[in-house]
Nanobody, 115 residues
Framework: QVQLVESGGGLVQAGGSLRLSCAAS????????MGWYRQAPGKQRELVAR???????NYADSAKGRFTISRDNAKHTVYLQMNSLKPEDTAVYYC?????????WGQGTQVTVSS
């Protein structure tokens, strides 16, 4: 089992920045990739950014140029730096981990961007 705990969400004005953190614990060895997803009210959950165990990253088009995913292996933590936030970025952001054939989710953290 892998436990994921997110932090760093909150309320910010458009154009502002937030940094989300996701701390992993439990059976963290052999995690293949970790990522951030988000779900806005009435919409499906969507991938925002992902980073593999080799450091390869990929981003949703909406995140490119504004968001950066990174990791601290020593702290078993993944970060999502979000800059130039827009009201349409408002959503619950979830941390995700892939380990073998299993997928794990955090409890989510709310990000609200006011116009």
């Amino acid at each position: 089992q892998v436990q994921l705990v997110e932090s760093g969400g909150g309320l910010v004005q458009a154009g502002g920045s937030l940094r989300l953190s996701c701390a992993a614990s439990g059976s963290i060895f052999s995690i293949n990739a970790m990522g951030w997803y988000r779900q806005a009210p009435g919409k499906q959950r969507e991938l925002v950014a992902r980073i593999t165990s080799r450091g390869t990253t990929n981003y949703a088009d909406s995140a490119k140029g504004r968001f950066t995913i990174s990791r601290d292996n020593a702290k078993h933590t993944v970060y999502l730096q979000m800059n130039s936030l827009k009201p349409e970025d408002t959503a619950v952001y979830y941390c995700n981990a892939l380990r073998g054939g299993n997928e794990y989710w955090g409890q989510g953290t709310q990000v609200t961007v006011s116009s």
